[in-house]
């Protein structure tokens, strides 16, 4: 592609020679003559200055005599050509002689059926959706259209994915969840769950991450919300949409999530917890309670994040404190036994 | 089922219609007309005035117009309804034409091979186990009756499992213990891992979770243990009867750890640590030292619960403690001030 | 083997009967009669006197009547007396009738492709090395001699693998990093990820562990590194030689971690932090920030070793210094009162 067409595609203002022909994306550092790169925060104007890129999308005009083009989002942008340029992969459509598809399968058009993919009964698969080596869907699932299931992903019976939904390599939904109750001698005795999972869409989940089914109704991932790797989420969970859960998180039983929210890497949520809309919550964290919409916090047990700062800063202060107390001991006492004395 | 065949199952004294058909099991919020639920704590018998369910199994008798089922434990009773009603599905028995079978292998009455099973030499399944797609069995495994190894569990050789045990898909049992030591040149080098690991009759495993081989001898899960998703468990450790390890559990090597014990969510355990029967260990906890019996910790390190407690309430605090300081200081400066000069 | 002959093995000093055979190799407690075990740090000679074993490896000269192997380094010697008696196991060489072969792939000899393996369009693979059954190795991929890949070992196109690579069952390579940028309605826009994975030589990774792809061009692993069951390695990622990360760690996106670097159990790194040479941090350490070479952090936030220690005994001591605090105000108001008076 040209500068020009580039330009086109996101909607950008082309400062520069618009025939210029572009080989390569790349980030800043990396670019080298004849590639594109973008300019966004928290990069500055001057991180351009050493750069071989040929040309840069960015949100002001640059003083540089690279090719440019403006425009409002320059990462949204940047990622926009690179979707384009760089489109998942899909292996050709068909149905490979080596998957086993078992009765009463409705299958759309133009999918992809790997060797060595399990379709139980009743399984409904949606148009152009790809299923890779290994995938083993149970008894009535219902997959959307657009799908890609990578590599050795696991849908237990009853699953449900909407539309553009991509679950990564060994990832596992809709297990039993986790529920026994104590019988008379003390031993576990286990709760069926038989309630199930919902992946609403253009949900992402990477990879080995669990999604436990429901003890009766549903788990339930909402539209557009990305999971990472590791991820762990019991059962009758409710994730709210656009929200993000970095790798390692657990969610604990009977959670709900709210809208855009975002967990960081390896954040604890215990059962029954209430996360209101626009939450940040901060790698590590535990979190015992309920947090109200547009709120931060960090620290296990979590508090809100100012006052984890602050404790986190004392924290390191102890020998500090504990240093001060000794002190005013030792000046109290003086003034004791001058005071006593007097 | 009518609701005295349900008393009956449940040695439970029917209040109301016996003849009334139960026509499904749900919660008590989410229970419609026909349906039966039950009241067990933390629920309050207040809980039961919005339900529309048809029934409920109770422990003492409600002021209500539906109808009961009165017994001593209605959690533990309404679990067995549950699996009366809704029992764990199994494929049809049979040994598909698409699964691998080895020399020298031994197979029960019954047992269900699914496609793209692997059965290396030399291993023994007991009769009605379950093996979905994907499972991939070691040389010399053995597996007992009644077993159901979901798709994708792997099972290095020499692996046993009891009667009963349930493993969700994808966990790995048996991988090499994480064991090396260093070389002239301060390389790693490995230590071979010859020992096994052995799991122990009615022992449930979540999904996506690993359980190395003992160095020299074995790794050993007890009878009635039950362990969740994406959990840990390192070489030559030895995990009690009747314990519960919460999701993303991590037990490093060589761990000893009770009956009854409960570990909560995303905890870890230091090597050689030894955790006495009935223990508690709140989510998130990191425990380096033994821990006795019948006690409760938190915390990372981990302390007894009530000085965990005590701890995060100061932590919380540290603000306020560090200005009561300041304050002392100042008042102790104007009382110097004033003593110095009398 | 008799004793001479392990002696030479390990360049050792045979005291004792040199014909003196050798049944089997154990530990300190387990050992029996006929059998060899070691005596390394942090065991006490002492050990060995209640030990059935008929010979050790030791560094000094035990007074005992068991037979003796001196050598400098007993541990590594008896990895290294294990590894001959006890070599890892590897299936019959040969390519199965049940594994897919797609075009332009190159095999080196005397390799072994299992059951339901899948090799993708150009994949390379070196001599003597292993795949186990359902391991799935996406388009372009390229694997060194005598690695050993596990069963359902992922690959995503485009990984590379040094020689000598071992991969754990479940282990998925190579998925997209976790990366979006927000478009104009504040869903979440997935950035492409055109980078790869590299894993170099001599590296061994656990079971059901995650390294993602680069966003343009690599994440890397490099030579002898260890990496344990259940471990979350990010985007862009470079991991040094010889580095050990224990198991659940969590390392987010574009870090750099050195050589010989330790990460405990459960470890989390923030992105773009930089780990120098010789690092180790403590189980369940949060790392925000850069950390110098040759140093050891603890805590979350971590700390410099020694500052941890003294905050974590002063948060265990947090009631006694509120009560110290309140005891100065106490007293301090009584000399308040007392020299207001005089």
């Given at each position: 592609m040209n500068l020009q067409q580039i330009g086109d595609l996101i909607q950008g203002q082309v400062v520069g020679d618009p025939t210029l022909e572009i080989t390569a994306l790349a980030s800043i550092e990396d670019a080298q003559s004849g590639e594109l790169t973008y300019l966004a925060p928290p990069?500055?104007?001057?991180?351009?200055?050493?750069?071989?890129?040929?040309?840069v999308i960015t949100r002001e005009l640059l003083e540089t005599d690279k090719a440019q083009i403006i425009c409002e989002t320059p990462a949204l942008a940047f990622a926009r050509v690179l979707a384009h340029w760089y489109p998942t992969s899909k292996p050709t459509a068909g149905i490979s002689d080596q998957a086993v598809v078992e009765e009463d399968v409705s299958l759309g058009n133009n999918i992809t059926l790997s060797p060595y993919v399990v379709l139980s009964t009743g399984v409904r698969i949606g148009e152009e959706s790809v299923l890779y080596p290994g995938v083993v869907v149970g008894a009535g699932c219902e997959i959307g259209a657009n799908c890609i299931l990578y590599p050795n992903v696991i849908l237990y019976a009853g699953t449900v994915l909407g539309d553009r939904v991509t679950v990564h390599a060994g990832t596992v939904i809709?297990?039993?969840?986790?529920g026994y109750t104590q019988d008379e001698q003390g031993a576990h005795f286990k709760v069926q769950h038989i309630g199930k999972v919902v992946i609403e869409d253009d949900v992402e989940i990477g990879a080995n991450s669990c999604i436990d089914r429901a003890k009766f109704k549903e788990t339930r991932i909402r539209r557009g919300t990305k999971i990472d790797n590791l991820v762990q989420i019991g059962h009758n969970c409710e994730i709210g949409e656009d929200t993000i859960l970095v790798s390692q998180v657990g969610v604990s039983g009977s959670c709900k999530i709210g809208n855009q929210v975002a967990l960081g890497g390896q954040v604890g949520i215990s059962q029954h917890v209430t996360i209101g809309d626009r939450v940040g919550v901060m790698a590590q964290s535990g979190v015992m309670d309920d947090i109200p919409a547009n709120t931060i916090q960090a620290g296990?047990?979590?508090?809100p994040h100012k006052d984890y700062g602050r404790s986190t800063v004392l924290i390191k202060k102890l020998p500090k404190l504990a240093a001060q107390i000794r002190e005013l001991e030792k000046r109290l006492e003086a003034i004791e036994n001058r005071t006593s004395k007097s």
């Open positions: 990069r500055k104007a001057s991180a351009m200055a050493e750069s071989k890129a040929s040309a809709g297990a039993d969840g986790f296990s047990p979590s508090l």
